[in-house]
RNA sequence: GGGCACUUGGCGCAGUUGGUUAGCGCGACUGGUUUACAUCCAGUAGGUCAGGGGUUCAAAUCCCUUAGUGCCCACCA
C-alpha cells in the first residue's frame, strides 16, 4: 500500500538508490546469459561540480542503460572521472595564488601535485555524490580515473607503440604558446574571439622600397624576408634582392621572395615574414628555407632590441615602435580593423605562436597496420598489412557505417575537420597530468612503459595533452594493454553519448587511437546531445551566472521530474530548454503516477491473487470495448515506446508513455472503470481489476528507465511474489 | 573565405523512410468536480508548417531559390 498525500520524492530517492546498490544489479556480472551491452561514462573533469550538461548526459545514459537491462542485455555502464590536465592545474594554481599569493613554482613540483591531487579527490566525491542522486546505475566497482595507474600504463604502452611506428614525433615548430598557462596547446584548444585592432602600413625603413601591412609591428623584429606574389608586376623586380637595415634600433635583414600565398589584392600585396611568430610564416620559410628568428620569449617579452624596447611586453613594444615608425616618417596608414585573436581555451590567455621543441603525433604518416589485441576482428575497410595513415583511419570506419554518428550532419562536419586537421601537438608544460613515458641520457633517449632504474636518466619534464590519455577511455578502463575478460565482453562499446561540444577533442581522438591501438571501432553510435539553455534561449554557463544546480533542482522538484523535463520536448541532439515550468510540469506528472498507482492499488480487492499477470491470461472474452481499447492503446505504446528508445528518439518515447498514461489510461479508463469497480457483478469487476493492475505494471516498466525513482517506490509497493527490483523486470514485449 | 543546420498556433518545441482532420507542454478562455490526484477533469479559441518555384496521384516532410537566424572550421599577413 502507498501512504496517502502527494509523491515526496526526498523521502525516497537516497533510499532507493541504496536498494539498487545492495541488489548488486548495477554490475553487469550478475547477468551471465546476456548479450552485452556496454556504455563508458564520457569522464567528468575533477574541476569542481556537475553542472546542467552533465545532468543531462546522465540522463540520456542511463535511459539507455536501464532500457537495455530490462531488455536482458548483459549491460555495463562504466563511471570515472578525468583528471583534465590543463583545466583543473590552472583552477588550483588560481585558488592558491587567490589564497597564498604563491604560484606553482614557488611551491614546487612535488607539493603543487599534492594539493592538486587533494582537490581533484574533493571535486571527485562531490561528482559521485551527484551522479548517484540523479539515479545514474553505474557500475561503481569498476570506476577509473584518467590518471590512475592503470590508466597511466595503458598510456605509456600506446605512446611506446606509436613513436615505434614513427606516429609520435618530436618536432622543432611553431607551435601555440599559452603564456598565461606557460603551456603548449593544440590548435583545438584555440579559440578566437573578435577584436579591434590597428592596421599598420608601414615601410621598414627610408631605402627600403617595399611597403608592408600588420596588425603586430613588434613581431617585425623577427622578420626574415618580405614575401610578394610572383605574378605581381609591381614587385618582380624585387625578388631575390636581400635588404638590411636598422629597424627600431634592431639589425634585420630580410630577402624579397615570391610565395603563391600571397594575395596581392590584400594590404599593400606584400607580407613581411616572421617565421618565429606565425605558423603561416614559418611554413612559407619552410619552403623558401629562411632562417628563423624569435623575438618574443614565453612570458610574452620582446628579448631583441635596444634598451628602451628589450624586455618589453608585447603591447609596450607594439607603442614604441609604432612611436618610432611615426618619429621616422615611415608610417603609412593606420586603419581600425576587427581582428580575431587567439585566445587558450582554459586560461584565456592570448596565444602567441613560439617555435618549441614538442611532441606531435603524424596524422598523415603512412603506417602498416599491425596485427594486435583482437585485430583479426574488425575494420570492415582495413586490414592486417595495409598502409594508412591516422587520418584515413579516422575517415574509413565513419564512411563506412561502421560508427554512425547521430545527429547525421555531424558527419559532415567530422570529415571537414579531418580535412583541416594537422599534426596534433601532445606535449604539454604543464605539471598536472601523465609524465611523457622519455628518459634522455646524454644523447641516448628511451621511451618506454616503465621508469628507467638506470642511473643518468633524465624523464622528459613534459605532460602529455588530456586528450591522449582520454583517447584510450573506451578500451583502458576495461583493462588494456592486458587481454582482460571485460575488454572481450564490452569492447567495442555500444553507444559513447557526449555534447557535440568535444565531437573534435574526444570522439574524433577517440576514433583515431582506438582504430590505430586496437583494430577497432570503440563504439557503434555517437550520440551527441545538445546545449542547456535557459528559458530565454540563452546558453547556460558560469560566466553568465544563469546556470542552474540540478542537485538543487532534484532537492525542490525531485530527481525524475528533472530526467522527465530534460527529454520531454527535445528533439534528437536539440539544444535543451530548462525552464522551471517544465520540470514543474514532470512533478505533476510524478505525483500523477504516484495518485493514480494509489488508486488501482485500493481497488485490488481482499484476495489480490493474480500476480504477474500476462496479457494471455487475461479473460479476452469477457472484456468490454473499454478494456480491449485500453489494452489495445498500450501495446501500441510498448511498440512505440520501444522502437523509438531503439531510434534514440527519446522525446517522442517520453511523450508516448506520458500521452498514453495520463490521458488514455487515467482520464479515460480509470473514469469509466469506477463504476464496474462498485458493481455487483463479481466477475466484471476482477476483469477490471485485472486490467487496472496489468496495465499499471506495464507502464511502471515503460516509464522505469525515465523515471526510475517513483516507478521503483511503487513497484517495491506491488502485491507481486518474488519482486526483486524494477530496475530488473523484463520490457514489455520481450 | 569554406562548411553545417534551423525558420511549424502567444511562448517553447515534436512531427524517422513523402500518404487520412499537423501533435505536445506552458499560457489564454468557458464550464465541471460523482472511489486516487486542484499538482484534477471536460471543452473552446489559435497554425494556408518563413517567401517563391519545382518533382509527385500525394509534401511541413524530397529538389532548387530568396530572406532571416544560429553553429562549426579557416584566418589576411
Known amino acids: 500500500m502507498l501512504p496517502p498525500g502527494p509523491y515526496n520524492p526526498k523521502e525516497h530517492e537516497e533510499k532507493i538508490y541504496q536498494l539498487w546498490e545492495k541488489s548488486g544489479y548495477f554490475n553487469p556480472d550478475k547477468n551471465e546469459t546476456g548479450k552485452s551491452y556496454s556504455i563508458v561514462l564520457p569522464p567528468p573533469n575533477v574541476t569542481g561540480t556537475l553542472h546542467v550538461g552533465h545532468a543531462l548526459m546522465l540522463v540520456i545514459e542511463d535511459i539507455l542503460i536501464r532500457y537495455h537491462r530490462m531488455k536482458g542485455f548483459k549491460t555495463l555502464w562504466l563511471p570515472g572521472t578525468d583528471h583534465a590536465a590543463i583545466a583543473t592545474q590552472s583552477k588550483v594554481e588560481k585558488i592558491i595564488y587567490d589564497k597564498e599569493g604563491k604560484s606553482r613554482y614557488d611551491l614546487g613540483r612535488e607539493e603543487f601535485l599534492k594539493r592538486i591531487e587533494k582537490f581533484a579527490q574533493d571535486s571527485h566525491d562531490t561528482i559521485v555524490h551527484q551522479t548517484k542522486s540523479m539515479g545514474a546505475s553505474l557500475d561503481w566497482s569498476r570506476e577509473a580515473y584518467t590518471l590512475d595507474q592503470a590508466r597511466n600504463r595503458a598510456v605509456n604502452t600506446a605512446f611506446k607503440i606509436m613513436y615505434n611506428d614513427g606516429l609520435i614525433y618530436q618536432g622543432d615548430r611553431v607551435v601555440n604558446w599559452d603564456p598565461k598557462g606557460q603551456t603548449t596547446i ?235 586537421l594537422h599534426d596534433w601537438c601532445i606535449s604539454r608544460q604543464i605539471w598536472y597530468g601523465h609524465r611523457i613515458p622519455v628518459w634522455y641520457k646524454d644523447e641516448e633517449i628511451y621511451v618506454g612503459e616503465k621508469v628507467s632504474e638506470e642511473e643518468g636518466w633524465e624523464q622528459d619534464p613534459d605532460t602529455l595533452d588530456t586528450w591522449f590519455s582520454s583517447g584510450l577511455w573506451t578500451f583502458s578502463t576495461l583493462g588494456w594493454p592486458d587481454e582482460t575478460k571485460d575488454l572481450k565482453t564490452f569492447h567495442p562499446t555500444d553507444v559513447l553519448e557526449t555534447g557535440y561540444d568535444i565531437l573534435f577533442f574526444w570522439v574524433a581522438r577517440m576514433i583515431l587511437m582506438t582504430t590505430y591501438l586496437l583494430g577497432e571501432i570503440p563504439f557503434r553510435v555517437v550520440y551527441l546531445h545538445g546545449l542547456i539553455r535557459d528559458a530565454e534561449r540563452q546558453k547556460m554557463s558560469k560566466s553568465k551566472d544563469n546556470s542552474v544546480d540540478p542537485l538543487h533542482i532534484i532537492d525542490e522538484e525531485g530527481a525524475d521530474a528533472l ?84 531510434n534514440f528518439m527519446f522525446h517522442e518515447a517520453a511523450q508516448e508513455i506520458y500521452q498514453f498514461f495520463w490521458h488514455d489510461f487515467c482520464d479515460v479508463y480509470i473514469e469509466k472503470v469506477k463504476l464496474r469497480l462498485n458493481s455487483n457483478d463479481a466477475a466484471d469487476k476482477k476483469i477490471a481489476q485485472e486490467i487496472l493492475y496489468f496495465v499499471l505494471l506495464q507502464c511502471l516498466k515503460l516509464l522505469h528507465p525515465f523515471m526510475p525513482f517513483i516507478t521503483e517506490v511503487i513497484y517495491q509497493n506491488l502485491p507481486e511474489k518474488n519482486k526483486e527490483n524494477l530496475m530488473i523486470e523484463n520490457w514489455p514485449g520481450v
Open 186 to 420: 593544440s590548435d583545438d584548444e584555440v579559440i578566437y574571439k573578435e577584436r579591434e585592432a590597428i592596421f599598420y602600413t608601414f615601410k621598414y625603413s627610408r631605402d627600403f622600397p617595399i611597403a608592408i601591412a600588420t596588425t603586430r609591428p613588434e613581431t617585425k623584429l623577427g622578420d626574415t624576408a618580405v614575401a610578394v606574389h610572383p605574378n605581381d608586376e609591381r614587385y618582380k623586380k624585387y625578388v631575390g634582392q636581400e635588404f638590411d637595415f636598422e629597424f627600431c634600433r634592431e639589425q634585420v635583414h630580410v630577402k624579397i621572395i615570391a610565395d603563391e600565398s600571397v594575395d596581392p589584392e590584400f594590404g599593400t600585396g606584400a607580407v613581411g615574414i616572421t617565421p618565429a611568430h606565425s605558423q603561416i610564416d614559418w611554413e612559407i620559410a619552410q619552403r623558401h628555407q629562411l632562417p628563423l628568428k624569435q623575438v618574443i620569449d614565453e612570458n610574452a617579452r620582446i628579448i631583441v632590441g635596444g634598451q628602451d624596447i628589450k624586455g618589453k611586453k608585447i603591447n609596450e613594444a607594439r607603442e614604441i615602435i609604432v612611436a618610432w615608425l611615426k618619429n621616422e616618417g615611415l608610417l603609412i596608414k593606420e586603419e581600425n580593423i576587427k581582428q580575431n585573436v587567439a585566445t587558450a581555451e582554459r586560461t584565456g590567455g592570448i596565444v602567441e605562436p613560439l617555435p618549441k621543441k614538442q611532441w606531435f603525433v603524424d596524422v598523415n604518416a603512412k603506417i602498416k597496420m599491425q596485427p594486435r589485441i583482437k585485430y583479426e576482428a574488425k575494420l570492415k575497410n582495413i586490414k592486417v598489412g595495409d598502409e594508412v595513415s591516422l587520418k584515413e583511419l579516422m575517415r574509413s570506419v565513419v564512411k563506412s557505417g561502421e560508427i554512425k554518428i547521430i545527429p547525421e550532419h555531424f558527419e559532415k562536419i567530422y570529415f571537414h575537420w579531418i580535412d583541416n
Open 563 to 646: 530526467r522527465m523535463a530534460m527529454v520531454f520536448g527535445t528533439g534528437q541532439g536539440n539544444d535543451v530548454v530548462m525552464s522551471p515550468d517544465k520540470v514543474i510540469a514532470q512533478k505533476k506528472f510524478a505525483n500523477k503516477i504516484w495518485n493514480a498507482s494509489k488508486f488501482v492499488l485500493n481497488n485490488l480487492g481482499e484476495k489480490f491473487e493474480f500476480m504477474v499477470v500476462a496479457i494471455h491470461e487475461l479473460s479476452l472474452q469477457n472484456q468490454n470495448s473499454d478494456d480491449k481499447n485500453i489494452l489495445e492503446k498500450l501495446n501500441q505504446t510498448i511498440a512505440g515506446v520501444t522502437k523509438n528508445l531503439d
